[in-house]
């Protein structure tokens, strides 16, 4: 049996370990950071001078400090030393300060795009049916035709 599972690499308790507190204590942290993951940054450079406990950053091709060596990880300060993780295909994150979810997607994130041509309706501020397939609840609305 493998010593970690197949997606998040969570270490398993082996039958007779010592100390399975240590193991499950760390799986459990892992599972904090990478389950619905929320970074403060995409692609940075630089350690923050005074991190909280579970602040995460997504690292940048160049980082620098304590973060040195460490391009495009996941960086998780623990409350004592900076935790380093390798993101995998199709893991999300998203982003508090900027409002925005990316993608880990052919080995960068990116912002997920939406499909916006040839929809079966559109409502904005109001919901479409079949009949009303372009709802539009506004005060105002201008449609131009060129």
Known sequence: MSQTSPNLSLPYLQPSQAQKDVTHNEALQMLDLLVQMSV??????????????GETHVLGAAPTGDWAGQAGMVATWNGTAWLFFTAQEGWRAWN????????????????????????????INATSDTTNRLVVAAPATLLNHD
């Open 96 to 123: 508090p300060v900027d409002e925005e979810l990316r993608v880990l997607h052919n080995g960068s994130w990116q912002r997920p795009t939406a499909e916006t041509q040839n929809l079966d309706g559109v409502g």
């Open 40 to 53: 403060q940054s995409f692609e940075a450079t630089s350690p923050p001078a005074l991190p909280v406990a």
